[in-house]
């Protein structure tokens, strides 16, 4: 019986090149996830406009995170008392808070080693974490955590109906700076034990701003930029 023959294989047709992947028309994206600390950009104008990564929403009793060696999200430990954080709390990507953050802090150690965080009012409530709000920075808080510069960057929603317009401080109600100075205050606290936290003062928007161009400077220096 004789063998059957044996079909040469179809040439393979070349395929069109993907214009999604073409360099003059690809859009800009990550193969991967980006660190949200050194991978997303800081903003479209720092240091008055920010992106701030949101680690910890409103609605959270627990503090989360992001680990520094693998950029996920971790839960750090569940709050003690019963404050809840009353604006959008995380990061401004790519900053850190060295030397020159530590220099405009009086009676500051050192800066922490962290990321320059970030406080975000918003009129309707975002309960999702691990996404990047562009805000405009109005001021801040001056804390010292255990003696080092932690500063705390209060910013508002950009495009937000209520919170939209303010530029600065002062344009914001005293009951949001007082809310937040409370949670900080007392996010920390265990019985018989002294609190690590002291608020020294807060500042209004071109402070903040000189905040948040010495944490850019210090990331620079971080990574050697």
């Known amino acids: 019986m004789p063998s059957p ?19 003059s028309k690809a859009p800009r994206f990550s193969a991967w996830r980006p660190h ?6 800081s903003g479209r104008e720092p240091p008055t406009f ?17 680990d520094k060696g693998s950029g996920y999200v971790r839960v750090d430990r ?24 530590a220099a405009l802090s009086p009676r500051s150690l050192r800066g922490d080693g962290d990321p320059l ?26 804390m010292l955590d255990k003696g080092e510069a932690d500063d705390k960057i209060i910013a508002v929603l950009e495009g937000d109906l209520a919170w939209g317009a303010a530029q600065d401080l002062s344009d914001l109600p005293p009951i949001a700076i007082e809310r937040l100075r409370h949670y900080f205050t007392t996010y920390k606290l265990t019985p018989d034990a002294a609190n690590p936290i002291e608020i020294r003062s807060t500042y209004d928007a071109a402070h903040a701003r000189q905040v948040v161009t010495a944490a850019l400077a210090d990331y620079r220096e971080l990574v050697g930029e």
């Open 78 to 101: 569940p709050l003690r008392g019963s404050s809840q954080p009353p604006a959008l709390y995380g990061f401004i990507p790519r900053t850190y808070c060295g030397s020159r953050v």
């Open 50 to 66: 920010v992106d701030a990564y949101v680690e910890i929403t409103p609605l959270d009793v627990v503090k989360y995170e992001v």
């Open 36 to 41: 949200p600390w050194h991978g997303l950009s």
């Open 5 to 23: 023959r044996r079909r040469s294989p179809r040439p393979t047709r070349a395929q069109p090149p993907d214009p999604l992947m073409a360099k």
């Open 117 to 142: 965080d970030v406080c975000v009012l918003s009129e309707r409530p975002i309960g999702r974490a691990e996404i990047l709000v562009p805000a405009r920075v109005v001021g801040g808080l001056a």
